[in-house]
């Protein structure tokens, strides 16, 4: 048979034909192809010869072509050829793991590749996370990331002396407007800091220009990465220059990677100012205040979270103080604690039981048993990274997402993907066989639900391997509480050779 | 084959029209009104119970003709039996889709 060469023909159309040939089986793709490309000539060509119909609107071609698809999943279904492929085939065990770790390589990759997701999976950016932690006022004790300690506070602890704090930074989060690009004008996030924030967080910002700017006594400004590709087109000539920001005028000192910057609120830049400029901010202002812990309190006080009280006013506030390991909260702890849950709510959402499988079975030796929970192991363990990654894209496919809004995502995602992939894997456990691992077939009603006292009543599926069948009881009674494995000896095995089944299409 | 009592209403028009000329997939398509994504699968079942049955056309009339071959279909004997059963299940069947003979008269 010779291919007609179609010329005149869209090749979207010739595409979508192409992409539903590879769902017919590979004996039967050419001829199907051959038809539906000449089938879809007509289609285009039918005003041709039947000038009164009207030329065929391309919505219409279109509609032709999908049609393909439906045709060349029927020739999937109904090929013996995709019956009896061997190895490769769904339902058996090899292939269900092939599947599970691609996914996971592929949520993996997908992980790396989103820019979120790849700095929410590296380690945090501070050497100190431990000795530093964020002070925040104790009557919002449960939300740590909403500025609450005035620069008169800040003013009065840094010329106060010290038993539990070597130092202690300031950063008061504004919107300012700059100056970007070809001089337009653009909102930023803006931290307006005490410049020592940098050198706290262990921030390395190497720049000739920073040290300038301190001798000088100049405020200095420093860009996110993002910042400065967004508003100034990544302009490598920027640091230098004079930007007025916030009514100053600040010198951009350098460019921060986007990474190293997980304090509460997401920055485009930092005006980094010394103490004395600081102070011409009004008494009320609020902002974070950052301490670094001395070695003694380091070594007193509880890690994580601890609350202290500070006289103030004559008056005792308090305060509690949130290490940056505990504030930074990391993906695996979030995952680690959804997991948890999602193992407490399992039995909730289907049975642990596994069923009865009589162990002094021939058939049933320890390899075999052993097989079987291995398989189930390396499930889990599949399903751990899949649920994982897939949860981080998701909690972090939005870059401009508030860190605590892709937490909860990533809370949500994580506790719904463990407990749908742990009910998947057990009830996908059950219905396999314990001897070749494959999916059993051909269910099949047995009994009468108004003899269940009388009879056994239930569902029965067998390997077509000649196994065994299993029996699923309706309701649980005394003598058949779980579903129950029959091994048959190997006498059986004639009667469920492949190629004596019946292709379920045929039914 | 005794199928004619598991012929559906589509499959029956599917094979009216097939027996009053409408012997490609697409013919069968402007016919009926059906989807493609109907026809063709309805059209392989019926291949499959040996219904009707496939052919492409000679090489030498689509070369004439300056267009792609094309697959063609006719009824078996089982296909005309069942038809007229199913003449009988759906009476509309042949005004819907009038036969050749009906035609020709």
Known sequence: ?507 | MAVESKLSHTAAIILQAIHAGYIYGFGVMEMTGLPSGTVYPAMRRLERDELIRSYWEQQSIADAEQRPLRKYYKLTRAGKATLEASQKRYPLLTRLVPSPEVKQA
């Not at chain 1, 996914?103 to 380690?123: D, M």
């Open chain 1, 1 to 507: 048979m010779r291919i007609w060469r179609l010329v005149n023909v869209p090749r979207v159309h010739l595409a979508m034909l192409w992409c539903a040939s590879w769902l017919v089986p590979s004996r039967q793709r050419r001829e199907w192809l051959a038809e539906w490309r000449a089938e879809l000539w007509h289609v285009l060509h039918r005003d041709s010869r039947q000038p009164f119909i009207g030329s065929c609107d391309a919505g219409e071609a279109i509609a032709f072509c999908l049609g393909a698809f439906q045709d060349a999943f029927w020739f999937r279904k109904n090929s013996p050829q995709s019956k009896t492929q061997g190895w490769f085939q769904w339902d058996s065990a090899r292939q269900c793991g092939v599947f599970l770790a691609l996914l996971a390589a592929a949520t993996l990759l997908i992980a790396l590749l989103l820019p979120g997701a790849r700095s929410a999976l590296q380690r945090s950016p501070y050497q100190d996370e431990n000795s530093l932690v964020l002070i925040s006022h104790e009557s919002v004790y449960h939300n740590a990331r909403i500025p609450t300690i005035s620069i008169e506070e800040y003013r009065a602890w840094r010329l106060r002396k010290q038993d539990l704090f070597t130092d202690f930074a300031f950063y008061r989060p504004i919107r300012s407007q700059i100056q970007g690009a070809q001089r337009r004008t653009t909102g930023l996030s803006i931290a307006v800091a005490s410049d020592n924030l940098f050198d706290m967080l262990k921030i390395q910002v190497a720049s000739p220009a920073l040290e300038e700017a301190r001798r000088d006594n100049k405020p200095a400004l420093v860009l996110s990465q993002a910042a400065w590709h967004r508003y100034f087109e990544g302009d490598p000539h920027l640091v230098g220059r004079v930007l007025e920001v916030a009514g100053q005028q600040a010198v951009v000192v350098a460019v921060v990677s986007d990474d190293s910057w997980q304090l509460p609120d997401q920055m485009d830049a930092w005006l980094l100012e010394n103490d004395h400029d600081l102070i011409a901010l009004p008494p009320e202002s609020t902002g974070f205040v950052l301490g670094h812990m001395t070695k003694v309190a380091l070594a007193t006080k509880p890690r994580g979270r601890w609350h202290m009280s500070v006289s103030w006013k004559g008056d005792y506030d308090g305060y509690d103080c949130v290490s940056l390991a505990e504030l930074i909260q990391q993906p695996s702890s979030i995952f680690l604690f959804t997991l948890m849950l999602a193992c407490l709510a399992l039995p909730a959402t289907t049975p642990l039981s596994l069923g009865d499988y009589p162990v002094t079975s021939e058939s049933l030796f320890a390899a075999t048993c052993w097989r079987r929970w291995g398989f189930l192991m390396v499930k889990i363990a599949l399903i751990l990274p899949i649920v994982y990654y897939g949860s981080l894209n998701l909690a972090y496919i939005n870059t401009s997402l508030r860190p605590m809004s892709s937490e909860y995502i990533q809370l949500v995602a994580s506790f719904t993907g463990c407990l749908l992939s742990f009910r998947w894997a057990l009830r996908d456990q059950r219905q396999r066989c314990p001897v070749c691992l494959r999916l059993l077939i051909n269910p099949a009603r047995v009994g009468e639900p108004s003899r269940n006292f009388l009879a056994w009543n239930g569902t029965e599926m067998m390997c077509n391997r000649g196994h065994g069948l299993l029996h699923i009881p309706e309701l649980s009674t005394s003598w058949c509480g779980t579903q129950c494995w029959l091994q048959l000896d190997p006498s059986w095995k004639s009667l469920f050779q492949e190629a004596y089944l019946p292709n379920a299409g045929t039914f």
